[in-house]
């Protein structure tokens, strides 16, 4: 039986080769991005390693609110010089000394704006003088309040020079000071990470990045001779508490480099993303391949059965089929994703000043995660073709090679239960809101997806028919129609790796259109303001506006009213999420055009809170309830739920006092402002007068309601764009897919054909033939694809509602797209095998058994 499986591979090698090209893919995208991964992380590594060597420990208070990944960095707790004592009076410290060194500090370029960051984080720090780490290289020490020093990745990024004026944006509003120094770091190194670093004199960075909340930021600790770190460490927990965190330099330089390796872990996710879509849609090729090269092996399989070979075996001849395939493409997978990560590497890491590639190296889950995905993959694909070819009774020997199709009721049954059990999902999901509603619609897709594709076969001969009719004008057209529906399951299983990322893409490209829509719609409709000042990626957290410059602005002739915001991320209850506050909060609800849902939004009254509707319903609140919120700074404060409104996306956070705000959120400052314009005054009238107004602000852009639009819009396709990369990946396959099909078809029915071109059909009509059949198939899938896609995108969308998705809407250009791409796709899988179909020898061809 061995013997006999090999030969059966290596004499259809070319079938199973373009079966095996599926998992290639997907193997070559989940390998790359594990070698993308471990080559990256090791340069990260090496890139921070001895950043903190001359710290044997650092003692930080622990951040009252504690964001997640991408997410602004905390506020720091600050410490006074009692903890200092305290600390270095723990055994075993030889020293201690208070530090300052706060996320936070941008320098302004000589053209007015921020210095673009090279990857790393913006640093504001007191200068304590030089260390084995950092050494000046250029000019003095800081010594007054107008001086700062700047690290050497900073002054080449904005062509800084010693005596030259920078001026550098904090918690406050933008100062000016005196380049009196350049320094870098060990090891040559201008930056460490890409981070840029402005030191200022100790009382200016207390006042600047602490904002005189505390003394210091960290304590750092010397070792008493003798002493071991582990034992310091404890013992310094002990002394300080839960409050604190005491790591050492190895542990701050890990924490360093896995905050730069955020980056990676989107990357990888993308990488994983399509090769999910490349293994998923290769299943079904994978399947289909098999049950036909069994159907066509029928006689040969029951002579085996008849010679003495056991259903055990049989099973075991197909699944080494499936191993050989498997442990091939899982092999040239790996090879192909190791390059794939290596050019990725070296692309992303030019992106990053001063970021040294590791030396190349696969690891070891690369290698393993590639054999399983490979093996088990095509194995567990061929398993069912499998239990077919056990079930070839002795007998079949003398029957026809190709056996009917079958129906199969366990299969309809298994998915029609998985499709009510999905849509029972999804309707608990779109009775909910928030994240109750998401964590039951994303099962719910899951199961309605899985059980449409097993219900396809029931549909597939209704529909194909339906779809053929588009081409039964003439001859080829009719036979193609007829073939398409003369087997339903293979076309089913062949249109359904077409299905499936057609399907996929029109999801996600409706919670897109409806998201899009919603903003927009929101920014025409609700948005009374006219300008806008806001940072340029559009992140509310992502840029400050000078107190008094907005001040200046509200007196710009034409300006009627002014609704200044500023946003932070805060721990409402217990679950961490953002919070905004906005200055004038009457000017900034008929901004907005926000409407009471309960209770009273007019006023905010210190003591209380507003909140959108899918807020508080998320939290079980009510108005009149009291809910505790911490903010970045301060202790927490207990407020009472005043009023809830309508979910939108402008708008849908908890409301903080302003007062409260300026004293708990890590940048007082406001970071968005809202411009309603008097009736007889125009955008372009007002515009310049805000942006001079403004011009020490310039994190912040003043843009019409058109630009803002415009702004979202682009986020948006920037994702339709990578859904269409993902479209193009099941492409691929679908048309491996269908390519298979077709060839293994046009095998299977050589005696048909050749009778076919006996009687008068000539090569020109048998390539029409063919090539109708495998446009229909493919106009099969893409039309059921967008057809789920499209019920399951709005589905998703409607969950959506707490995060301002108010409008359903449907991408009616790119559904007809996919469809046309889709029969393009079709029509060139087919030219290959209607070719190899036209140019059969008639005589063989009629002969052939």
Avoid: C
Avoid at 167 to 188: C, E, H, M, N, W
Avoid at 248 to 266: F, V
Avoid at 658 to 672: I, K, L, V, Y
Wanted: charged content about 20%.
């Amino acid at each position: 039986m061995f013997k006999a499986t090999l030969k059966s591979v290596l004499s259809r090698k070319l079938r199973l080769l373009l079966s095996g090209l599926a998992v290639v893919l997907g193997v070559t995208f989940v390998s790359g991005a594990f070698v993308l991964q471990d080559t990256l992380g090791r340069s990260f590594d090496a890139q921070f390693a001895g950043a903190y060597d001359d710290i044997d420990l650092q003692v930080a208070a622990k951040a009252r609110v504690s964001g997640s990944a991408g997410d602004a960095a905390s506020a720091p707790v600050g410490l006074d010089a009692a903890t200092v004592r305290r600390v270095a009076d723990v055994p075993g410290v030889g020293k201690a000394d208070g530090d300052i060194r706060v996320e936070g500090a941008r320098a302004l370029g000589k053209d007015g704006k921020v210095v673009p960051s090279t990857g790393g984080p913006r640093y504001g720090k007191g200068w304590t003088g030089e260390t084995s780490l950092l050494a000046l290289r250029k000019g003095h020490a800081p010594a007054k309040p107008d001086e700062v020093a700047i690290n050497a990745g900073l002054a080449e990024k904005g062509h800084f020079s010693v005596g030259d004026s920078i001026g550098v944006l904090t918690g406050q509003p933008k100062r000016s000071f005196t380049v009196a120094g350049i320094f870098g770091y060990s090891g040559d190194r201008d930056s460490i990470g890409g981070e840029q670093t402005v030191a200022f004199t100790e009382p200016v960075a207390r006042e600047l990045m602490l904002g005189h909340n505390g003394q210091y930021s960290a304590i750092s600790v010397d070792l008493a001779s003798g002493a071991k770190s582990a034992t310091v460490k404890a013992a310094l927990k002990k002394e300080l508490g839960s409050g604190f965190e005491v790591r050492t330099g190895e542990e701050l330089s890990k924490a360093s480099a896995d905050r730069s390796r955020e980056i990676l872990d989107l990357v990888t996710q993308v990488l994983l993303g399509f090769a999910a879509v490349a293994v998923l849609v290769g299943v079904f090729l994978i399947i289909n391949t098999f049950s036909i090269i069994i159907a066509q092996r029928m006689r040969e399989l029951a002579l085996l059965r008849a010679l003495g070979a056991s259903r055990r075996q049989m099973i075991g001849s197909v699944l080494l089929e499936s191993l050989v395939i498997g442990l091939v493409a899982a092999v040239i997978g790996l090879g192909l994703g190791v390059g794939l990560g290596a050019l990725g590497a070296s692309l992303l890491a030019g992106t990053i000043k001063g970021l040294e590639v590791a030396d190349l190296a696969v690891p070891a889950n690369a290698v393993v995660v590639s054999l399983v995905v490979g093996v088990g993959v095509t194995m567990l694909a061929a398993l069912f073709p499998a239990l077919r070819a056990a079930k070839v009774a002795p007998i079949a020997v003398i029957r026809s090679a190709v056996a009917p199709d079958r129906k199969h009721r366990k299969q309809t049954w298994t998915g029609s239960v998985l499709l009510v059990l999905g849509a029972a999902l999804l309707v608990m999901g779109l009775a909910g809101s928030g994240d109750a509603a998401m964590s039951a619609v994303l099962p719910g897709v899951l199961l309605t997806f899985i059980g449409v594709t097993l219900l396809t076969p029931l549909i597939s001969r209704p529909a194909v028919w339906l779809l053929g009719g588009l081409f039964s004008r003439s001859l080829p057209g009719q036979l193609g129609r007829r073939n398409s529906a003369r087997n339903p399951r293979r076309t089913a299983i062949t249109a359904s790796a077409l299905m499936i990322g057609v399907a996929l893409v029109t999801t996600l490209s409706t919670v897109a259109a409806s998201a899009k829509d919603s903003v927009n719609n929101e920014i025409s409709d609700k948005l009374k303001s006219q300008l806008v000042a806001m940072g340029d990626s559009g992140d509310s957290m992502s840029a400050s506006i000078d107190p008094a410059a907005l001040r200046q602005a509200r007196g710009v002739d034409g300006v009627e009213a002014v609704a200044a915001a500023s946003f932070d991320t805060a721990k409402v209850g217990k679950d961490t999420q953002s919070v905004s506050s906005w200055e004038d909060w009457g000017a900034a609800r008929g901004m907005l055009s926000l409407r009471a849902e309960a209770g009273s939004i007019d006023e905010l009254a210190p003591g209380s809170v507003l909140m959108n509707k899918a807020t508080a319903k998320d939290r079980d609140l009510k108005v009149g309830d009291k809910v505790t919120v911490q903010l970045q700074r301060g202790e927490p404060r207990s407020y009472r739920l005043a009023g809830t409104f309508e979910d939108m996306a402008l708008a849908n956070s908890v409301v903080i006092p302003w007062a409260d705000a300026t004293e708990g959120f890590r940048n007082a400052q406001p970071s968005q402002a809202f411009f309603e314009l008097a009736a007889d005054a125009s955008v372009a009238s007002v515009q310049p007068g805000i942006e001079k107004a403004l011009r020490d602000s310039p994190e912040v852009t003043v843009q019409s309601k058109d630009a803002i639009a415009q702004k979202f819009n682009d986020g948006f396709d920037m994702m339709l764009n990578l859904v269409q990369a993902l479209l193009a990946v099941a492409m691929i396959i679908a048309v491996l897919g269908i390519v298979n099909t077709l060839a293994l078809s046009v095998m299977e029915r050589t005696k048909e054909l050749g009778a076919l071109r006996a009687i008068g059909l000539g090569r020109g009509q048998t390539i029409r033939m063919i090539m109708t059949e495998s446009v229909v198939i493919s106009l099969f899938g893409a039309v059921l694809g967008v057809v789920v896609g499209a019920g399951l995108g709005l589905a998703v969308a409607h969950s959506m509602r707490s995060q301002g998705v108010n409008t359903l809407s449907l991408p009616w250009s790119l559904m007809a797209v996919y469809l046309v791409g889709a029969a393009i796709v079709g029509a060139l899988a087919s030219l290959g095998p209607a070719r190899r179909g036209a140019r059969l020898n008639v005589l063989r061809a009629v002969t052939q058994e």
